[in-house]
């Protein structure tokens, strides 16, 4: 049986990237949710060329054979918000990388409403290959209440711009935004998908310290997605996006030292594994749906072959789907089989 639309991150093809951090530098105010220094673990602080080249040369140090495309990539705050000179100053010397072959191209995330001709017309002389654009909602009252500063037309106009020059688009959106609910998650997921990117990346609103969003939750003005129901939100769109043939390259924030700190995160749907839990529970209701339709000729002990790569996405964090499908459909014993002739999106069960 196959799982229908089921990417596994593994077989998801990624380019090893150099990650230049550049926490809310270029941005023109502060959005709600946002504390780079705390997602990024980096002081807000302006990088110089030379240090940026000392960066990436060590990162180019840690790269295995394999991986043959790589990208510098500028991220963590609004890049083409920065002065002009300095953004030229930045792609000069990661540009440098690409003309000896070390690099193939170049990347950053920037907001909608800062792509423009003008700035597209100074970035032609760059190899630059991929944009991405924190999206976070096409609902213009959740943006409102974001203070995101920009609509979903910006976001709208931003995307045709960058198709036109043929730049490899991603799409950020993220659930859990004041004034969002599902119904308005999956209609951004909609008309995200409309958009054709190429691939997009799906976060969940955490409260950070040191954020408005966090000075509301502390004054009961907004409450967070709890991390289950998130988790299930978050599935709904991936599946949602991979019917649509566009690849989801994360969800959930990545983890890092400064996150993982208690005091960081004040409250929210935050996991360090959070792609993981929503792979498992897409892993889980196939199991169920498959299951289901052999209720009647269930035995004790049943048996459920996956990719070996997949065996922890059917068992879950902690043995957690097994022992759901052992409850809900009275098993005694199930066996999970890792099998190598099966694709990472099939799934058998021997009952
Ligand atoms: S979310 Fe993006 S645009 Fe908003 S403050 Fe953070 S880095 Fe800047």
Redesign the pocket.
């Known amino acids: 049986m196959t799982l229908s639309g089921i990417q596994s991150p593994a077989r998801n093809y990624r380019p090893f990237i150099i990650p230049v951090f550049l926490p ?1 530098i270029g ?1 023109p ?3 709600v ?2 504390n ?1 220094t705390a997602i990024t673990g980096e002081k807000r602080k302006i990088p110089s060329p030379k240090e940026i080249s000392l960066l990436i040369n060590r990162f180019l140090g840690y790269k295995g054979e394999k991986r043959k495309r790589v990208q510098i990539a500028f991220y ?3 890049f083409l918000g920065l002065k002009q000179d300095y953004i030229k100053s930045l792609l000069h010397e990661a540009a440098k990388f690409v003309f000896e072959g070390r690099v193939e191209s170049i990347r950053f995330s920037t ?1 909608p409403d800062s792509i423009d001709d003008e700035r597209l017309d100074f970035l032609k002389e760059f190899p630059v290959a991929t944009i991405e654009l ?1 999206v976070q909602s096409m609902d213009d009252d959740v943006l409102a209440m974001s203070r ?1 500063g920009h609509t979903s037309f910006d976001t709208e106009k931003a995307v045709c711009l960058l198709k036109k020059r043929d730049y490899e688009i991603g799409l950020q959106m993220m659930v859990g935004l004041p004034g969002d609910d599902e119904t308005g998650a999956l209609e951004t997921g909609r008309r995200i998908a409309d958009m054709k990117p190429d691939f997009v990346r799906i976060y969940p609103a955490v409260v950070l310290e040191n954020s408005l969003l966090g000075d509301w939750y502390k004054k009961g003005k907004y409450i967070p997605l709890p991390l289950e129901q998130c988790v299930t939100l978050v599935k709904k769109l991936y599946l949602l996006f991979r019917k649509n043939r566009i690849s989801v390259i994360r969800m959930g924030l990545q983890s890092s030292e400064s996150l993982d700190m208690e005091s960081t995160i004040l409250a929210g749907p935050y996991h360090p594994a959070f792609g993981a839990l929503v792979y498992s529970e897409i892993f889980l209701d196939k199991a169920v749906s498959i299951l289901e339709s052999k209720k009647k000729d269930l035995h004790d002990m049943i048996s459920i072959k996956v990719n070996q790569r997949n065996i922890s996405c059917i068992r879950g964090q902690n043995n957690r789907n097994v022992k759901i499908l052992k409850q809900k459909f009275h098993i005694k014993s199930i066996e999970i089989i890792p099998d190598m002739t099966l694709t990472e999106d099939m799934l058998e069960i021997t009952a």
């Open positions: 809310n941005c105010h502060k959005c949710f946002c780079q963590g705050g609004n907001r924190g995101r």
